[in-house]
Nanobody, 116 residues
Framework: QVQLVESGGGLVQAGGSLRLSCVAS????????MGWYRQAPGKEREFVAA???????????EYAASVKGRFTISRDDAKNTVYLQMNSLKPEDTAIYYC??????WGQGTQVTVSS
């Protein structure tokens, strides 16, 4: 069974940046659809970004409207790792961020706190 381990969360001031990482086990990482979701206190988990395999070495990305232009999802298949670069952070980005594989497998989450 594939396991996902996130890291990179922390406390940052508004306007700052963080980069989250998610390392996946498994031998066919390059074919995984990978995504990031987040859950703020008292709210439901919501989609943030995804990078989906469309065959060969071609991928496409998707973003939630609230993060488009500020966040960038990327992957390094040689390292079985997906990243979420978060720039221009806002207090409303405060949440636990979860890595996801193929819409099924979840990591344990990493806390991101943005102070105003």
């Amino acid at each position: 069974q594939v396991q996902l381990v996130e890291s990179g969360g922390g406390l940052v001031q508004a306007g700052g940046s963080l980069r989250l990482s998610c390392v996946a086990s498994g031998r066919t990482f390059s074919r995984y659809d990978m995504g990031w979701y987040r859950q703020a206190p008292g709210k439901e988990r919501e989609f943030v970004a995804a990078i989906r395999w469309s065959g060969g070495s071609v991928y496409y990305t998707e973003y939630a409207a609230s993060v488009k232009g500020r966040f960038t999802i990327s992957r390094d298949d040689a390292k079985n790792t997906v990243y979420l670069q978060m720039n221009s952070l806002k207090p409303e980005d405060t949440a636990i961020y979860y890595c996801n594989k193929d819409g099924v497998t979840w990591g344990q989450g990493t806390q991101v706190t943005v102070s105003s």
